[in-house]
């Protein structure tokens, strides 16, 4: 069975700063992963999506990379700002399904 | 298109009520799937649907819990006989997938939830 883990499960850090986000999946056999920020009581904004062959994708002040053989992808978020808090979830697909980390819960002082 | 669709967005019910949630998805998307998550804890898969055909269910989804996707465009979930575990945030996402092909580059999108209180 599919566990995905994330760490920290809370960051607290004042703007401007660079910060990494990890994630860590058991079974390295994904077709993708991908990053999601949820802010309270909303729904998921996908972010990146990271195909199983690939090593890494960027958007803008984001940067997500995946080491499959390893079980890993990290989250960089460069100058980080107020409005980025939010929670940001990984999840990787196997087949049909996503399989979600508990998140990590990001606040941004100004 | 305004992206994932999902109505009822708050819905406060007494237990043992019957309650269906509907999701219409991304037009053209031909996977729709339907996620629960309880307060801290990540989305959990519940089940998923290839045009109309359901394809997969988790064993969360019991006997209570009924979901349809008629002519493959929007799609109902339905909750018998509600209990209060059943208190949650019920997300529905949808995708492109090219036919035959693994997916690797299909990208899930969420609606905002419909967040049940059983009471």
């Known amino acids: 069975k599919q566990e995905v883990t994330q760490i920290p499960a809370a960051l607290s850090v004042p703007e401007g700063e660079n910060l990494v986000l990890n994630c860590s999946f058991t079974d390295s056999a994904i077709y993708n992963l991908q990053w999601f920020r949820q802010d309270p009581g909303k729904g998921l904004t996908s972010l990146l999506l990271?195909?199983?062959?690939?090593r890494e994708q960027t958007s803008g002040r984001l940067n997500a990379s995946l080491d499959k053989s390893s079980g890993r992808s990290t989250l960089y978020i460069a100058a980080s700002q107020p409005g980025d808090s939010a929670t940001y979830l990984c999840?990787?697909?196997?087949?049909?399904?996503?399989?979600f980390g508990e998140g990590t819960q990001l606040t941004v002082n100004p | 298109d305004t992206g994932v669709s999902q109505d009822p967005r708050h819905k406060i019910t007494k237990r043992g009520q019957n309650v269906t949630f509907r999701c219409d998805p991304i037009s053209e998307h031909n996977r729709l799937y339907w996620y629960r998550q309880t307060l801290g804890q990540g989305p959990e898969f519940l089940t998923y649907f290839q045009n109309e055909a359901q394809l997969e269910k988790s064993r969360l989804l019991s006997d209570r819990f009924s979901a349809e996707r008629p002519k493959g465009s929007f799609s109902t979930l339905e909750i018998q006989r509600t209990e209060q575990g059943d208190s949650a945030m019920y997300l529905c996402?949808?995708?492109?997938?090219?036919?035959?092909?693994?997916?690797?580059?299909?990208?899930?999108?969420f609606g905002q939830g419909t967040r049940l209180t059983v009471v």
């Open positions: 999840a990787v697909q196997k087949v049909s399904r996503l399989t």
């Open positions: 990271i195909q199983s062959s690939q």
């Open positions: 996402a949808s995708s492109f997938s090219i036919l035959g092909s693994r997916g690797e580059n299909t990208e899930a999108f």
